[in-house]
């Protein structure tokens, strides 16, 4: 039997394998989105099939269950935590087939293909076989592991371990019952006008890497493209891709989505190198995740300081346009319920996850088939955010998540919310001149923050323990609500 010291190494060179193989698996899959031509989807599918199919069978490796035994009574607290996350793994592995994992790939790699040609002409017939297989793959693999208080946990564990079905549907519930109070408040309130120009693409990209340069995405490190579904991907700390999109007639959704994207990259970057090899080395889940390109675009890109900084920059490259800061404001921070998440306000943001949650549960229980999707989606969006889409490429084809079996993804959208929320208000206590900072283009400071509490941290806890870490007993709930009357309640003149 090993040593302990031969296991942790041991350990340390198969983690080191499976990092490669994940960081392969993210190039294909944003070639994919980026470069690859229509005819490779059938390649690239067994590209990627093979690839899982590795990384299942190195993680199931009996071997690596004698390691994480020999570990199991170490005091080391760094590789308590590596032995954590990768017995995770490892446990899930065992039980899942080899065979059903090579599956799910080939199935997310069809899936993608279909989604793109059904949306593309608002038809959800295209994408509904691909769609049930997905569904079909996902509950067999529940099926192998066991008992949970719901069959949900399985997939939340997958992105945010520490969170489960049981914790989410309250909390979720209570927000939506605040956030539908606050929108009925609103209602019928004069707000903010809408932003009409149009500005050309050219400009929007200039635009767009001044801004990464600035808020300190380090452009050596990586790079910045253009994809239908704006996404980031990291193959280590030195090589991390944005994507973003640009549209002439929607300028503040292009930029929300270039700061969005910017905030996973700087959290890519700001991962802790020493840990590599560990399992430690990247997020601690991806509602955490989702808290840093949050806080990015909503706390500091909807600000009224952030848009005092930008609108000379903008002037500059647009010096024929009417624009001011007071405008770009309140135009970046209307409510109105609309049809897509993703250009969804902040007040109604969170009102669509939980329609996908809901729906999410029902297709995982059994209480919901794929084919019964699209009138289940209207209704949930009628009942929940008062729209109804005028056909599926507005309603239930919108997102790419569930093309590629995604399913327990969307919470974490509505996790890092919350979590930014309560950074915001830490962050102000600790720097008292974040906000004039903010105005003057200074972004260190806040940078500086995040990469202490939490990018510095990577995964030697759950992203719930890290976030108490950071904030303390702060009520996200709460803290979201006043981070929302503070800036859209203010706009319509409710307190």
Not at 156 to 179: E, H, N, W
Not at 285 to 312: A, C, D, K, Y
Not at 349 to 354: A, D, P, Q, R, W
Request: proline share 5%.
């Amino acid at each position: 039997m090993a040593t302990m010291a031969t296991a942790w190494e041991l350990m340390r060179g198969r983690v080191g394998e499976l990092e490669a193989l994940d960081e392969v698996a993210q190039l294909l899959e944003w070639d994919q989105q980026t470069m690859m031509p229509g005819g490779g989807a059938p390649h690239r599918g067994k590209h990627l099939a093979t690839i899982t199919g590795l990384q299942h069978s190195r993680i199931a490796d009996p071997a690596v269950g004698e390691w994480l035994n020999t570990l199991a009574e170490t005091a080391d607290p760094v590789q308590q935590a590596a032995v954590r996350n990768l017995r995770r793994r490892h446990e899930r592995a065992v039980q899942v087939p080899v065979d059903l994992v090579q599956r799910l790939a080939e199935a997310s790699n069809t899936g993608f293909g279909a989604w793109l040609d059904a949306k593309g002409n608002d038809d959800f017939a295209r994408f509904q076989p691909a769609l049930q297989t997905l569904v079909e793959l996902r509950r067999e693999e529940i099926s192998h592991l066991g008992e949970a208080e719901h069959p949900y946990d399985h997939l939340l564990d997958v992105y945010d371990p520490g969170s489960t079905t049981a914790q989410l549907r309250p909390m979720f519930s209570r927000l939506s019952d605040a956030l539908s109070a606050f929108i009925q408040e609103v209602a019928d309130k004069a707000g903010p006008a809408e932003l009409t120009e149009r500005f050309d693409v050219v400009g929007q990209s200039r635009l767009s890497q001044r801004i990464l340069k600035d808020l300190g995405f380090r452009t050596s490190d990586g790079r910045l493209d253009v994809a239908a579904h704006p996404f980031t991907v990291s193959l280590g700390a030195g090589d991390v891709r944005l994507t973003t999109r640009y549209r002439e007639e929607e300028l503040l959704s292009g930029l929300g989505s270039t700061i969005h994207e910017a905030g996973h990259g700087m959290y890519e970057q700001g991962l802790p190198q020493r840990w590599a090899g560990t399992g430690l080395a990247q997020a601690a889940g991806m509602g955490m995740h989702e808290s840093q390109s949050r806080f990015w675009e909503n706390v500091i890109g909807r600000s009224l300081p952030f848009f005092r900084w930008l609108t000379p920059i903008m002037q500059e490259i647009w010096p024929s346009k009417s624009i001011t800061a007071e405008g770009l404001y309140g135009a970046a921070n209307r409510v109105q319920p609309s049809l897509i998440r993703v250009e969804a306000d902040e007040a109604t943001y969170n009102l669509h996850i939980v329609v996908r949650f809901e729906l999410e549960l029902a297709l995982m229980n059994g209480d919901l088939e794929a084919a019964d999707l699209p009138e289940a989606w209207d209704a949930a969006t009628d009942r929940i955010l008062g729209v109804r889409a005028p056909g599926p490429a507005q309603g239930v084809l919108q997102d790419v998540h569930w093309s590629a079996g995604l399913f327990g993804y969307f919470p974490s959208y509505t996790i890092g919310n919350l979590y930014a929320a309560s950074f915001r208000y830490k962050m102000e206590s600790d720097l008292p001149e974040m906000w004039t900072d903010v105005q003057n283009g200074r972004f260190e400071d806040v940078l500086g923050w995040l990469r202490t509490n939490v990018h510095d941290r990577g995964h030697v806890r759950d992203a719930p323990e890290l976030f108490k870490e950071a904030v303390g007993d702060r009520d996200p709930v709460a803290d979201l609500m006043a981070h929302l009357r503070s800036r859209h309640g203010a706009l319509y003149g409710v307190s």
